[in-house]
C-alpha cells in the first residue's frame, strides 16, 4: 500500500491547462495542497477554484500564483505562494512548456529564443527557485515534464521544441547527482500524445489518426501523467533518481508499420 502524499506541499508551473491541470488534479484528490502557476490570471483563478471543489472532502487545497517561468522573479513567486501559503514546498512539477512549430527554414531567433526561454530556463529557474524550500522539506521532489518528441522521437517543425525537451534531461541528470546530498530527487516524465483542451480544435479526423499511431489505441489522458508524476513524488519512489519515464501507450515501440499493424 502506497503512502499518502495528503498535506504535502505541491508546485505544478503551467497547472492551469493541460497536463499540468491533470497533475494538480491527481495531487489535489490524493490531499496535498497544491499551488498552480501560469501567466494567465483570469484562467488560472478559475482552475484552481473547479480543482478545489472537485478534489472532494478528502482533498487538498488548489491556489493559483500568477508567475511566467522564463524569469527567475516568476519562479521566485510562484515559489513563494507556496511557502508563503502553505508553510513550505515538497513537490515541485516543472511542467510549463510551449511548442510553437517552425521548419528550420523559417525559423528565427526570437522563435528559438522564445522556446528555450520556457522550457530550458524555465526549468532551471523553478529548480533553483524551489530549492531552499525543497531541501528544508527533507525529502524534495522535483518532477519534470519533457516529452518523447526530442529525447526519443522527431517531428517535422519541432527540432528547437525537441530539443529543448532533451535539454531538460541533460539537466536532470546533473541536478539529480547535486541535489541528492540534499535528499531531493529529479527526475522526469515523458509524455506520449495526451488529450489536452487544444485538441479540440483539430477535429475528430486528426484525433483518430493520432490514435491508430498508437499500440493502446487511445491518446493519453493528462491524469495518466499526473499518476506518473504522483508516483515519482511518493514516499516509496525516495530512492528513484535521474530517471526518465515514458508514458506513451507504447507510442515509441512499433519498428515498422508491420510491427504497430501487429499490435
Ligand atoms: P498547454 O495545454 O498549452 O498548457 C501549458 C501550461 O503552461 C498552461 O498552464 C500555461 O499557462 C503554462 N505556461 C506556458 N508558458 C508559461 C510561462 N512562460 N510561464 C508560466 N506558465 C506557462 O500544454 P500541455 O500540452 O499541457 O503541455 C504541458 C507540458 O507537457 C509541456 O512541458 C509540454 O512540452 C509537455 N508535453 C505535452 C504533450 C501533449 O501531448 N500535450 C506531450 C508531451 C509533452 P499560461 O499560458 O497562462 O501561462
Wanted: hydrophobic content about 50%; overall charge negative.
Amino acid at each position: 500500500m502506497f503512502r499518502s502524499v495528503a498535506g504535502r506541499t505541491v508546485l505544478v508551473t503551467g497547472g492551469t491547462r493541460g497536463i499540468g491541470k491533470g497533475i494538480a488534479r491527481v495531487f489535489a484528490r490524493a490531499g496535498a495542497q497544491v499551488v498552480i502557476a501560469g501567466r494567465d490570471g483570469d484562467v488560472g483563478r478559475a482552475c484552481a477554484e473547479e480543482l478545489g471543489a472537485a478534489a472532494g472532502p478528502d482533498g487538498g487545497p488548489v491556489v493559483f500564483a500568477r508567475a511566467d517561468v522564463a524569469t527567475r522573479a516568476g519562479c521566485d513567486d510562484a515559489v513563494a505562494a507556496a511557502v508563503d501559503g502553505f508553510g513550505g514546498l515538497d513537490v515541485l512539477c516543472a511542467n510549463a512548456g510551449i511548442f510553437p512549430d517552425a521548419r528550420l527554414d523559417v525559423m528565427t531567433e526570437a522563435d528559438l529564443d522564445t522556446v528555450l526561454a520556457t522550457n530550458v530556463k524555465g526549468t532551471f529557474f523553478a529548480v533553483q527557485a524551489a530549492l531552499e524550500a525543497l531541501t528544508a522539506s527533507g525529502r524534495g521532489r522535483v518532477v519534470l515534464t519533457s516529452s518523447i518528441t526530442g529525447p526519443v522521437t522527431g517531428f517535422p517543425g519541432w527540432s528547437h521544441y525537441g530539443a529543448s525537451k532533451a535539454a531538460q534531461l541533460g539537466f536532470m541528470r546533473t541536478a539529480a547527482l547535486e541535489l541528492a546530498p540534499r535528499r531531493i530527487t529529479v527526475n522526469a516524465v515523458l509524455p506520449g500524445n495526451i488529450a489536452t483542451e487544444g485538441l479540440a480544435d483539430l477535429g475528430p479526423a486528426y484525433r483518430a489518426t493520432m490514435e491508430a499511431s498508437i499500440p493502446l489505441k487511445r491518446l493519453g489522458e493528462v491524469e495518466d501523467i499526473g499518476y506518473a508524476a504522483l508516483f515519482l513524488a511518493s514516499e516509496e519512489a525516495a530512492y528513484i533518481t535521474g530517471q526518465a519515464l515514458v508514458v506513451d501507450g507504447g507510442q515509441v515501440l512499433p519498428e515498422t508499420l508491420e510491427a504497430l499493424a501487429g499490435a
